[in-house]
């Protein structure tokens, strides 16, 4: 096969057709492009990210938030300016924003030449085909709540770490989240294909799994009638190769004694849970639908802390939300000064249509934004200080870049694409391995270290 667009292939004398492919939105969603590459990869196209001469661009959409689906449109847009030009090709939408507004997006955006839903990315070739022998437009949309669709990826993340769905779509119904709606209800892959993926990636060099679903805890309880996230947990951690195993999106009250115990007995799952609490008041808790209060809350972080020593938690926090006042607000506030979360990501509240959020009262749009950045403001000196604490620990670390003397790389405290790197300075450092590196200090708010020979007790 040829590796430029409009070449001849001498073997089968058909001209090979270049698609790119533009990821946008969530470490789900990647997963999903690397699926559709593959697919694409097996049909004989050559697939690349660079859209610059390629016959067709698909674009995974993502319109979780306002701010994603502004991303989405002006990538379109954009890239239908590109193709005027004649620098690309025909315009693919595929997704989420796709899913979301399947019945007037073709009309509103004549740009597109087709659109295929959430519920069909293993049909991406099929939408390729059309759209480049013809000018239709199809518009394919599959089932949202069909079993989740099992294909090959081509890994895009790094040689040495990706992510893999354990589950699809989700059945919490928050009251600010479209996701149901988009994406369908909670299903998750039987566990065998789990653990064969997982062996698939360890044979490619992968040493960090991250294991991603709108809700890992609910794991299994649709497909075996039981929560199976500790059972699956066991089985990755016997696939040889895999060294780190990272959890993300754990719903707080499906956290159990049984998976604590296995997250805290496996050296393999490093210490690092992703717990998207959203808020401590009690009252905007229920506004919003979520299970649990604020005593259960703080009881969870007491629990995982005396269990798991050195664990290290990540949450989400959204400012604004509707019921939210000062008085909730500072409640937040000393939440984060009180509890000192380490990692946590801060959103201003999106309402997003559809939603029974969206409906509700709400504080203006500068207030959640100022309310948020305070916040912002807040975790920060927390995570300063967390990092001050840090100093002297050795930690391994996956160094994944650098050369000349400084490297990059994450421990088990930094999760990938969120979280930021430790600097590692030192000679002859190897790039997609381990090192024990001892951490001496701080620069631009991140850590820095040198090579050691001797691992501290937290990984």
Same mark, same amino acid.
């Given at each position: 096969?040829?590796?430029?667009?409009?070449?001849?292939?001498?073997?089968?004398?058909?001209?090979?057709?270049?698609?790119?492919?533009?990821?946008?939105?969530?470490?789900?969603?990647?997963?999903?492009?690397?699926?559709?590459?593959?697919?694409?990869?097996?049909?004989?196209?050559?697939?690349?990210?660079?859209?610059?001469?390629?016959?067709?661009?698909?674009?995974?959409?993502?319109?979780?938030?306002?701010?994603?689906?502004?991303?989405?449109?002006?990538?379109?847009?954009?890239?239908?300016?590109?193709?005027?030009?004649?620098?690309?090709?025909?315009?693919?939408?595929?997704?989420?924003?796709?899913?979301?507004?399947?019945?007037?997006?073709?009309?509103?955006?004549?740009?597109?030449?087709?659109?295929?839903?959430?519920?069909?990315?293993?049909?991406?070739?099929?939408?390729?085909?059309?759209?480049?022998?013809?000018?239709?437009?199809?518009?394919?949309?599959?089932?949202?709540?069909?079993?989740?669709?099992?294909?090959?990826?081509?890994?895009?993340?790094?040689?040495?770490?990706?992510?893999?769905?354990?589950?699809?779509?989700?059945?919490?119904?928050?009251?600010?989240?479209?996701?149901?709606?988009?994406?369908?209800?909670?299903?998750?892959?039987?566990?065998?294909?789990?653990?064969?993926?997982?062996?698939?990636?360890?044979?490619?060099?992968?040493?960090?799994?991250?294991?991603?679903?709108?809700?890992?805890?609910?794991?299994?309880?649709?497909?075996? #009638?039981?929560?199976?996230?500790?059972? =699956?947990?066991? &089985? $990755?951690? !016997?696939? +040889?190769?895999? /060294?780190?195993?990272? *959890?993300?999106?754990?719903?707080?009250?499906?956290?159990?004694?049984?998976?604590?115990?296995?997250?805290?007995?496996?050296?393999?799952?490093?210490?690092?849970?992703?717990?998207?609490?959203?808020?401590?008041?009690?009252?905007?808790?229920?506004?919003?639908?979520?299970?649990?209060?604020?005593?259960?809350?703080?009881?969870?972080?007491?629990?995982?802390?005396?269990?798991?020593? #050195?664990?290290?938690?990540?949450?989400? =926090?959204?400012? &604004? $939300?509707? !019921?939210? +006042?000062?008085? /909730?607000?500072?409640? *937040?506030?000393?939440?984060?000064?009180?509890?000192?979360?380490?990692?946590?990501?801060?959103?201003?509240?999106?309402?997003?249509?559809?939603?029974?959020?969206?409906?509700?009262?709400?504080?203006?749009?500068?207030?959640?934004?100022?309310?948020?950045?305070?916040?912002?403001?807040?975790?920060?000196?927390?995570?300063?200080?967390?990092?001050?604490?840090?100093?002297?620990?050795?930690?391994?670390?996956?160094?994944?870049?650098?050369?000349? &003397?400084?490297?990059?790389?994450?421990?088990?405290?930094?999760?990938?694409?969120?979280?930021?790197?430790?600097?590692?300075?030192?000679?002859?450092?190897?790039?997609?391995?381990?090192?024990?590196?001892?951490?001496?200090?701080?620069?631009?708010?991140?850590?820095?270290?040198?090579?050691?020979?001797?691992?501290?007790?937290?990984?």
């Amino acid at each position: 096969m040829t590796t430029k667009s409009g070449e001849m292939n001498t073997n089968s004398g058909i001209m090979t057709k270049k698609v790119a492919l533009v990821s946008l939105g969530c470490a789900k969603n990647l997963v999903n492009s690397e699926q559709m590459m593959y697919l694409l990869r097996e049909a004989g196209y050559e697939v690349t990210g660079e859209t610059f001469g390629a016959d067709a661009v698909v674009i995974n959409t993502c319109t979780f938030i306002e701010s994603a689906k502004t991303e989405a449109i002006e990538t379109i847009l954009e890239l239908a300016g590109e193709r005027n030009e004649g620098k690309t090709g025909k315009i693919i939408v595929a997704g989420c924003l796709a899913e979301r507004y399947k019945a007037e997006i073709l009309e509103e955006m004549p740009e597109i030449d087709a659109i295929v839903g959430v519920g069909s990315f293993d049909r991406i070739v099929d939408a390729v085909k059309e759209t480049l022998k013809s000018e239709a437009r199809p518009a394919i949309f599959g089932n949202i709540n069909a079993p989740v669709s099992e294909s090959g990826r081509v890994i895009t993340s790094s040689p040495v770490w990706t992510y893999i769905k354990i589950a699809e779509g989700c059945d919490n119904r928050c009251a600010f989240c479209i996701i149901p709606d988009i994406r369908g209800r909670f299903r998750s892959r039987k566990q065998e294909e789990i653990i064969k993926e997982a062996k698939e990636l360890a044979g490619r060099g992968i040493k960090e799994l991250i294991i991603v679903a709108q809700d890992v805890t609910r794991y299994g309880l649709d497909l075996y #009638g039981e929560r199976r996230l500790a059972r =699956l947990l066991d &089985g $990755l951690c !016997g696939v +040889g190769g895999i /060294e780190w195993i990272r *959890l993300h999106y754990l719903y707080p009250d499906q956290i159990d004694d049984e998976l604590i115990d296995v997250i805290a007995e496996n050296d393999k799952i490093v210490k690092y849970l992703d717990i998207p609490f959203q808020h401590i008041n009690d009252g905007i808790l229920r506004t919003m639908h979520r299970r649990g209060t604020a005593g259960e809350i703080r009881a969870l972080i007491e629990k995982l802390r005396a269990r798991i020593p #050195g664990v290290v938690l990540r949450t989400s =926090l959204i400012a &604004g $939300l509707p !019921g939210e +006042g000062e008085k /909730e607000f500072e409640e *937040l506030c000393g939440f984060l000064q009180e509890v000192r979360i380490e990692r946590a990501g801060i959103f201003a509240y999106s309402p997003e249509e559809g939603t029974a959020a969206a409906l509700m009262d709400r504080p203006d749009p500068e207030v959640a934004a100022r309310r948020a950045e305070l916040l912002s403001d807040i975790q920060a000196r927390v995570m300063d200080e967390y990092n001050e604490t840090r100093i002297g620990n050795v930690v391994a670390v996956l160094v994944e870049g650098g050369g000349n &003397g400084r490297y990059y790389g994450r421990s088990f405290a930094e999760s990938p694409e969120v979280d930021g790197y430790i600097t590692v300075i030192g000679k002859s450092v190897e790039v997609n391995g381990f090192s024990d590196v001892r951490i001496t200090g701080i620069e631009d708010g991140e850590p820095v270290g040198v090579p050691c020979q001797r691992r501290s007790a937290f990984y």
